[in-house]
């Protein structure tokens, strides 16, 4: 069992960053591939970024690519996600999630989630 509890969120103008950091419960956190997602209200919730077990590679969305970085520290059990020149269409509850076999980019493969983080971009 794994309990996943995002912080971060928050308030940004347009070309600003945030870090959003992701705590995990639970001596397994290390085997988990890890991902973010997001929801914008009426959307259904996309993928974002992950990582693998070991840090050693990283997926992101082509709409985030360059401008996120997701990363994560086993010792602190803790994944982060550093968001760099954000904009309006970055608005959006997001979400951690652990998946027990390996990255993926479909939420369903995600067996563990946290309960979310409001970001929202000003134009």
């Known amino acids: 069992q794994v309990q996943l509890v995002e912080s971060g969120g928050g308030l940004v103008q347009a070309g600003g960053s945030l870090r959003l950091s992701c705590a995990a419960s639970?001596?397994?956190?290390?085997?988990?591939?890890m991902g973010w997602f997001r929801q914008a209200p009426g959307k259904e919730r996309e993928f974002v970024a992950a990582?693998?077990?070991?840090?050693?590679?990283?997926y992101y969305a082509d709409s985030v690519k360059g401008r996120f970085t997701i990363s994560r520290d086993n010792a602190k059990n803790t994944v982060y996600l550093q968001m760099n020149s954000l904009k309006p269409e970055d608005t959006a509850v997001y979400y951690c999630?652990?998946?027990?076999?390996?990255?993926?980019?479909?939420?369903?493969?995600?067996?563990?989630w946290g309960q979310g983080t409001q970001v929202t971009v000003s134009s």
């Open positions: 999630a652990a998946n027990p076999t390996g990255w993926g980019s479909v939420p369903r493969m995600y067996n563990y």
């Open positions: 639970g001596r397994t956190f290390s085997s988990y591939a």
């Open positions: 990582i693998s077990w070991s840090a050693g590679n990283t």
